[in-house]
């Protein structure tokens, strides 16, 4: 831990609306992958901590799920409150959106973080898209319009363009203090959580219409054996349907989930993995509130 005197420590809470890259952003920020990255909305269900350790001092960025127009499901509303919540002690905000683009969604987020009486950082990412970057101006400057940002920056979180500069900024808006996490930690969450998260990854970029939003995965064994995880995870889905298709003709589809996922878990966890998995039905686990928290979407 840092014993620096005029070290900094602090939380930043990176929002935006479903898509934008607040998760490749996380990832790019602590240079390892942390969280779970698709196109699809829901692919974040849980906020994640990403610590990063410096000898200027420690940023605790919180990655959130993003907020969800339609709250009348129990996955959507259990969606918001895990972002709302993750807002209400940081420090600062990192309000990401897509360069070019201004939604009702986007309005929606900037109303709910701009009550909160916390800096906002505008971060307008995916510039990496804007072929001609003169376009960028005139959005730019209509979007910094919104509200009183204490800096709008541009940046490409897939490729790592001003990532640095965002980094510097950031520190600056923290507050002074030593480290609450030892330097070597990179989050809170646990091995058996990114092994369910590395799963849910790869039928998540896989499938597409319900599926990903009808599935969820729970670790029943992980078990560390010399320099082996032995890992068995279960695969909830609400419908025979659905268990059909990601099982797959004579297992197919499942087998080449298997494969992948057991890849990255190994670059993951530096460690050999053997994983197995198995699909069941559970009916309407993702509207039953009771079913979420026993599957671990609880407060
Ligand atoms: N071109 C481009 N795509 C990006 C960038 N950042 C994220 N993406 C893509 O946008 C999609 C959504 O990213 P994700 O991080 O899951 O968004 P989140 O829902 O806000 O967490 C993924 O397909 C990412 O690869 C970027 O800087 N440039
Ligand atoms: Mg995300």
Redesign the pocket.
Known sequence: MSEQPNSRCGYCAIV?R????????LNRLIGQKL?I???K?Q??RHSILGVKTTDEGQIIYV?TP?LHKRGDHAMNRYLNRTARSALADVDMILF?VEALRWTDEDQAVLETVSRLDIPILLLV??I??VKNKEELLPYLDTTSKRFEFSAVIPL????GDNIAPLEKQVLSGMPEGIAYFPEDQLTDRSERFFAAELIREQLTQRYAKEIPYALTVEIEKFEEEGNLYRIHGLIWVEREGQKNIIIGAKGEALKAVGTQARIEMEKFFDKKVFLQLWVKVKKSWSSDEGALSRLGYSD
Request: net charge positive; no cysteine.
């Open positions: 935006g479903p898509n934008v890259g607040k998760s490749t952003l969280a990255t698709s196109h909305p692919t974040t990655d993003g990401v990412n995916k990496d898209t490409s979180a897939r490729k």
